[in-house]
């Protein structure tokens, strides 16, 4: 008698089968997480590379003139316009140190537009006299920023912007940093030490272009455009009512908060790049913040026991 034997069909239970799919999901988050630890890690190294650049390029212009670049300078007012400010001398009014140091980034032709667009338009009226301010210097950016478009009009060009501003000092109304409008320091006069003070930190521009331009503007220039203090206040204005009456501190933010625009921050995880006044960059984290203050001011006397 012949005995029929069934056929066994061998395969995955279902058990199994969750089982293998449960382990697929650990090993993908793993290696998900491990890449995105990779993609933070290069491009904070590359805005890290783009800030000794400029650190370069300050100390170069700085070897030439004697002094840095001004934070910004402030406009030059037409005549019988009660000044509000002190007396202008210097040819370039509402530039920012970003356009004073183009020659030492290799934007030597940039720099010839700008200037003779300046000598055309002496005060400024055009906001400014050029099209340099569409242009847009990799150098200025962070590869983390992502490029900046504004909204709205689309035929409208996009200001060219800057992921990185000078350090004002604890905020932009005292002063005592190395950029603020109309300043002119000397790394002499930067008496707590070159490597105790902040020159330049990131942070990412607006969505809309309004705040982060290297090219100085009527509107928003200078603080929070050009240069920010590390303890910035904010007073009540058109922009900044949401925001007003409060002092910003060194902590993470986010692009679509335009509040974000008043304090020093990154989309790096956990901190962002800063340049010391010799040259060095430095990864400083969100619980650096306390110290801030202390880094910012360039002759503050401030006990290096804080600074260590």
Request: charge should be positive; proline fraction near 6%; charged fraction near 20%.
């Amino acid at each position: 008698m012949i005995k029929l034997q069934r056929n066994r069909r061998k395969g995955f239970s279902l058990v199994e089968l969750l089982v293998v799919i449960a382990i697929l999901g650990i090993l993908f988050g793993l290696t998900a997480a491990a890449v995105m630890r990779i993609r933070d890690a290069s491009l904070r190294a590359d805005c890290a590379n783009h800030l000794r650049q400029i650190g370069t390029a300050l100390h170069g212009y700085e070897a030439i003139h004697r002094k840095l670049p001004a934070g910004v300078v402030h406009p030059l007012l037409l005549p019988g316009v009660p000044r509000l400010h002190c007396q202008d001398r210097d040819p370039y009014p509402l530039m920012s140190w970003h356009s004073r140091i183009l020659p030492y980034v290799e934007q030597e032709a940039l720099w010839r537009q700008i200037h003779e667009a300046y000598q055309k338009d002496p005060y400024h009226i055009a906001s400014p006299p050029h099209d340099a301010k569409y242009v847009s210097i990799s150098l200025y950016v962070c590869s983390a920023d992502g490029p900046r478009t504004r909204k709205g009009n689309s035929a409208v060009p996009t200001a060219g912007v800057t992921s990185y501003l000078g350090v004002s000092g604890v905020n932009s109304h005292r002063s005592d940093g190395v950029f603020y409008m109309d300043s002119d320091t000397q790394f002499a006069s930067i008496t707590d030490g070159l490597s105790n003070t902040l020159l330049v930190g990131e942070r990412p521009p607006s969505a809309n272009a309004v705040y982060g331009r290297w090219h100085g503007d009527w509107g928003p220039w200078g603080q929070a455009n050009s240069y920010l203090g590390v303890r910035e206040v904010v007073f009540k204005g058109p922009r900044t009512i949401a925001c007003s009456d409060v002092t910003s501190h060194f902590q993470s933010g986010r692009v679509d908060d335009f509040c974000s625009v008043f304090h020093f921050w990154s989309l790096h995880s956990g901190g962002a790049n800063f340049l010391f006044a010799d040259g060095s960059v430095r990864f400083m984290t969100y619980s650096c913040a306390a110290l801030m203050p202390a880094l910012a001011t360039r002759s503050g006397g401030e006990p290096h026991s804080l600074l260590d």
